[in-house]
């Protein structure tokens, strides 16, 4: 199933949920924010969507406007953690060769490090 309100399976689901903990960060009726478990610079922020959605593989037309505002959201957050002006990374990972390894949508905020590119090969 693509596309839920709320999956039971799903962690983030449950750290939106308040189900299980989180450093949230961001809270409104569509977005949530919060640090990730394991950083991996200075900062390492996961911007979501509340709905669940797996993998980008599943968005729509439709979900234009969320995305656009999901970038919109780690923008201000970049400015709010003080790595707006040095610079800074947002990005999805989608599926196997991506790097995927939570199936809830989510963009990694990372800064506060200099960032080589491109970030291939594995390992
Ligand atoms: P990805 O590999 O793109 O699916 O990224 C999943 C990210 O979720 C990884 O950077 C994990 O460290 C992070 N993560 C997994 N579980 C949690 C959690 N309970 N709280 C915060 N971040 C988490
Ligand atoms: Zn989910």
Redesign the pocket.
Known sequence: MPRLDYDETC??CK?IADK?P?KKIYNDDTIAA?????P?APV?V?VVPKVHIETLNDLSADDAALVGKLIVVAKDLAKQLGIAESGYRFG??CGRD??????HI?G?LIGGVSMGWPPFPKG
Do not use: E, M
Not at 34 to 38: C, M, P, Q, R, Y
């Open positions: 962690v983030f750290i299980i989180s919060f640090h990730d478990i394991a991996v390492h996961l999805f990972n991506g790097g995927q390894t939570v199936f989510h990694h």
